[in-house]
Every structure is written in C-alpha cells, then in structure tokens.
C-alpha cells in the first residue's frame, strides 16, 4: 500500500473504482463476519449521551447489514463511564475481540487517550462518533477519523450565529475545563470582531457545575449571552446556577450539548437561547429508512442529533465493509475510509479531508424550547459558505511569525510589480465609494486581505485565525506588514494587482515574488456579478453591525450580496497565491488530480475548501517549508 504523508486524494482511477463498488453491491454476499466495538459513557452523567451514538451504529448496522455480507456484525458494547482508565481498558478488550472498527463516543476527557491507544502499531480503526474530535496527525496511515470540527472552527461558527441571530455584544464563556475546551477559549479570543468583548470565562470541572460566584460576576460585567461548551451535562449545572441567581440571560450552546444527558434543556430550566449543531454534509438529515427504524422505538420524535452523526460515521465504515469480501488490516480499511467519495457534483471530494475529519460541515442553530430544540427557517441566518461576518477579522490577526517562511501579501503601490490596480477592480465590481465614504473603503480593502490570508493559511493546513497545528501545518506565516527584521530574499512577495491576458497569476521562484493578477480575476470571473447599484453610504451599517438581519429580505439580499462576492474575490486571491507561492517553494504543474492546486487544465472553477496538494507536492512542501513544531520551552536553571 502506497502512503505519503498528508494524503491528497489523487488515486483518480480508484475513486473511479471506489464509486462503482459503493454503487454496487456483490453478487454473493462475502462470508465475513465483522467484527465492531462501542466505547462510550453507558453509565454516569453521560449515559443517556452515549446511548443515544450507540444506538445510532445499531440502526446503520442493522439497516445496511447486506454491506457486510451474509452474516450479522458482532458489536461489543464497552460503557467507558467517561473515565480515562476505563477508556483504556476498553480499548485493550476490543483489541482482545480482534475488532475491524471501534466506534467511540469520545468526551473532552476520554478522547486523547482513546486516539493515543488507537495510534499504535496494534491499535483499531477508531471512529469518533461522540463531541470531541481528534488532535490532527500528518501522517496518512493515521487511523482515526471524526466528524467533529476543530475547536478553531467552532469558535468561529459561534462567533458568527452570536451576531445573527443572537445580536450578542458582550458574551461571557462557560467551558469545560479540559484541552479541547482551552483551545476553544483561546481561539475564541483571538477571532473576536472589534465590535464584541467578552465578560468573562469560567472554566469548569469535567462533570462539575460553574461556581455561583463566577457566575455572578458574569452577571455584575452584564454579559448578554452565556456561550457553553463541553458535555451536555454541564447544562444542567448552568441552568442550575442560573436559577439560584435568578438570572435570565439567553444561553447559546456549542455542538454536542443537546441531548437527553442535559436533562434541562427537557424539562424548561434551559428554554432561552440557542444551540449551535454541526452536522457533515454528507448526511444533514436522516434519511427516511433511518427516521422509520428510530420511531419504531421511539413513536412521534425526531431521531437525536447525536444518533444522527453516529449512523453517518457508521454507515460511511459500510460502504468500505462492502469493497472487502475477505478481512481486510486496518491501513487497506482506513485508506478506503478516506477515499470515500462525494460524488462527481463535489469534483471527486472525498467525505473526509487530509487530517481525517468530515470534509465539509454544516452548521445551524436551533432554538431552545420548553421541552427541547427545535430547528429553526434556514434563511434566518448566514449562509456559512460565504466565510464569516463582514469585518469579523482584521488584517491585523495575521503576523508574521517567527521561525516560519513569512509571506508578505500586499495591493502594492505605483512602482510595484505589478503596478497597483485594485482600486480600479473595484469601481467595476461596485464594491468601493472611491472616497466617498473613505472609511468603508477601507474596510472593503481589509476585507479582501483578511479574508484571503484566512483562506491561505487554511490551504496551509492551519487554522483559520492564523494558529498553527503542531506537527501537520505547514510552517508558513502570512501577513500584511512588511517584514523589517527580513532581509529581502528571506521572505516571499505576493502582489495582488495588475492584468495578465492569459493567467490569474505569475512567479518568480529566483525572486521569491509572485503575482496574483486582480484584474483578471475581476474580469474573467466576478465581473458578471458586479453589485448593483454600487457600493453606497447605506451599506455602511452591513459593516457596522447597526443593521439587524432579518428586518427585511431586501436588505438582507444586498448583506448577503456584498459579502459573497468580497469572499469569492478573496477566495480567488487565496486560491491563485497558494498556486504561485506553491511554485516559489519547488512545485510545477500537474495533471494527477483535478483537485489539485497546481492543476491549472481541470482546477479552474474549484473553490478553496475542494483543492488539495497531491502526495508528491506534500513531500516536496516539508522539504523546504517543514511541518510547525512550537518552540520548547527553556528550561529554568
């Protein structure tokens, strides 16, 4: 088996191979007998969450069981209490049964010890089904997948929805007090736009409640909404403290709280608010076998979002079951996991990207209820596919980072190579005053840099806010800022600006300089999209934040309007840079993968969130830029 570091998805003729075997089943039923395991907390304050993920691998097992031949998949149900050595001895008895998958519904907790069990040479394929995903790996062969987002990208979704539709200017945090709750906390202060500030965080024990003096002294900093993440029994505590305060500020919960394990949300004592749910695209909604087998059980209710997520990782391990009439090792199990295809409308995407997580993620919230959730009209809010609120992050947030390849991404001037054009584009998309309103051209600007440099330093494979992966992004830094501390030569150059008649961009590898051509963006591709009528002192408030969303479809028409096309403009700079600076690095064209960046026959038209590096431009990319490792700290004498 062929593996590479970071894989690209570029076996074209397997994906090829892999849609026809998905499509179709086998003649004769293979004799295998499938062998699963469920690790979760089936006991404790967590129980009723991980019943709800066991029964969700039950239902896709026994709904597709002809994917895994003629014989019934045993699966053995391990309860893990939500405790680490339980965790551990949970996977060394699975590893006992010689399991083919272990599906876990992992806490904030467990997790890290379940992915470091699954990580040794004689570990299981590990599936996350539960809230909290996986610290990336760079390595292909890595054997664990998750449809849980990042904790950065979860910061930004919630800062997103606080806007529309909480309308939220002064959060407070509640936050469970484990790694992946510290890393939500840090990128939610770093992402924070300029117009909200936080009145606190209060870090809480795994299955304690917040502490009423910290909650009142939320109260005294008049924080206008509680954000919570972590398990859903931290809820209860919440709305518990809340009461004894008697304190009614709305909630807004992070994906994963809601399930029957938050008793409150059931019983009225959490009923304010909002809950943020993210859910893969390949399964937004259950299917109608999967609805029907559920209220069999459970007549009049809607299947629970934690079922859901785990009868989509399930069903997923099925269509990889059913390309193996015979036992397949763990490694041929895992690479067809992620080889698993969207379809031709997703130009071969795979459903899960290059660090083993769910592709592509629909978030949405639902409102909370007397006696539940419930989803609410789509249409309320953002579309989340035309990137964040419009001056949620500044240009600023990007700094050039020490021991990193730092790459300065300006609109040049007058005697720059190319000569300054942005302007110009501009007054042809309508999207700027040309001085009019000189403020909001500013922030018209910012928007584009900011915008585009969240999109490369994702291509990077780091976060979004600029934070970095230890040991998977590449060790790349972007900003706007000449660097002064850089000689010229130990830095690169990226221009946005000027016209080309056959390409969107040039390099100059000798020169450590690309050209990323504005114009030809402008008119090869969003000129037919321009805003109409153009850019005017109206729209100022889309900026500010003084226009409340859902006033009135107009209006929201022409937010919604003015912030796609800045994203795609944006997206179009990030795409062609990532492309030039790919060339600065050692990188030449290729034709193995029509998701490839440095495709430019059958790449053209493909947003940022589809392209990928293939496995030779991988190794090349660590050769000179190398995988992020943080600095380690000295130790005192």
């Not at 404790?44 to 097992?61: D, F």
């Not at 299981?124 to 062969?141: I, M």
């Not at 295809?341 to 990207?353: I, K, N, V």
């Not at 016209?499 to 961009?505: A, H, L």
């Amino acid at each position: 088996m062929h593996r590479v570091a970071l894989p690209a998805r570029s076996a074209v003729g397997f994906l090829v191979v892999l849609s026809a075997a998905v499509a179709a089943r086998p003649a004769d039923p293979p004799a295998v007998t499938w062998r699963a395991a469920f690790i979760g907390p089936l006991s404790g304050p967590l129980a009723a969450s991980g019943k709800e993920s066991l029964e969700g691998v039950k239902l896709a097992l026994s709904l597709h069981a002809s994917q895994f031949g003629a014989k019934p998949t045993e699966l053995l149900e391990l309860d893990d209490g939500d405790d680490v050595k339980k965790a551990d001895a949970a996977v060394v008895k699975a590893q006992q049964a010689k399991v083919d998958v272990v599906f876990a519904a992992a806490t904030g907790v467990t997790v890290d010890a379940l992915v470091a069990k699954a990580r040794t040479k004689t570990g299981p394929l590990l599936l996350l089904v539960g809230s909290a995903g996986h610290v990336p790996s760079p390595l292909a062969e890595d054997p664990v997948a998750s449809l849980v987002p990042w904790p950065a990208d979860h910061a930004t979704a919630v800062i997103d929805f606080l806007e529309i539709p909480c309308q939220s200017k002064k959060p407070a945090l509640v936050v469970e007090d484990t790694p992946r709750g510290r890393e939500f906390e840090a990128a939610f202060l770093k992402s924070l736009p300029v117009r909200m500030q936080v009145a606190g965080t209060l870090f809480v024990k795994p299955h304690a409640a917040p502490v009423k003096d910290a909650l009142a002294a939320a109260q005294a900093a008049k924080a206008d909404r509680l954000i919570v993440f972590g398990e859903p029994d931290l809820v209860d505590g919440v709305a518990d403290g809340l009461a004894a305060l008697a304190w009614k500020v709305p909630l807004f919960l992070d994906d994963g709280l809601v399930s029957a394990a938050a008793t409150s949300l059931h019983d009225g004592r959490a009923s304010n608010g909002f809950a943020l749910v993210a859910l893969p695209r390949f399964c937004m909604k259950a299917p109608d076998a999967l609805t029907a087998a559920f209220q069999a059980k459970h007549p009049g209710t809607d299947v629970s979002l934690r079922t859901l997520k785990a009868y989509a990782m399930a069903k997923a391990f099925a269509d990889v079951a059913v390309q193996f009439p015979k036992h397949a090792k763990r490694d041929e199990l895992n690479e067809a996991l992620r080889l698993l295809p969207y379809g031709d409308e997703e130009s071969g995407r795979p459903l899960f990207d290059m660090t083993g997580r769910s592709a592509r993620t629909l978030w949405l919230p639902r409102k909370l209820a007397a006696t539940g959730t419930e989803a609410d009209v789509a249409s309320y809010y953002l579309d989340p596919d035309f990137g964040p609120l419009l001056r949620a992050r500044p240009p600023s947030l990007y700094k050039a980072e020490p021991g990193t390849r730092v790459v300065w991404l300006t609109f040049g001037d007058a005697k720059s190579k190319a000569p300054r054009s942005i302007e110009d584009d501009l007054v042809k998309l309508g999207l700027i005053t040309k001085g009019y309103e000189a403020q909001m051209d500013e922030w018209i600007l910012d928007e584009l840099l900011a915008r585009a440099m969240a999109k490369l330093n994702r291509l990077f494979l780091k976060n979004e806010d600029g934070t970095f992966i230890p040991g998977v992004s590449f060790n790349i830094s972007f900003t706007t800022e000449k660097p002064k501390d850089l000689k010229p030569g130990e830095f690169f150059t990226a221009v946005i600006a000027g016209n080309d008649p056959e390409t969107g961009g040039r390099a100059w590898p000798g020169e450590g300089r690309c050209e990323i051509y504005s114009t030809f963006m402008q008119r090869t591709i969003f000129q037919k999209d321009a805003l109409a009528p153009p850019l005017k002192s109206e729209d100022r408030r889309y900026f500010t934040g003084a226009y409340l969303w859902g006033t009135d479809s107009t209006e929201n028409l022409r937010s919604k309007t003015i912030r796609s096309l800045l994203d795609g403009y944006a997206g179009s700079f990030a795409l062609t840079g990532a492309h030039e600076i790919g060339h600065l690095c050692g990188l030449g064209h290729d034709t193995d993968d029509p998701r490839s960046l440095m495709n430019v026959v059958e790449g053209a038209g493909l947003r940022e969130t589809s392209v990928c590096w293939i496995p030779a431009h991988v190794k090349t990319l660590e050769k000179f830029l190398g995988r992020y490792e943080p600095p380690k700290e000295k130790r005192r004498p």
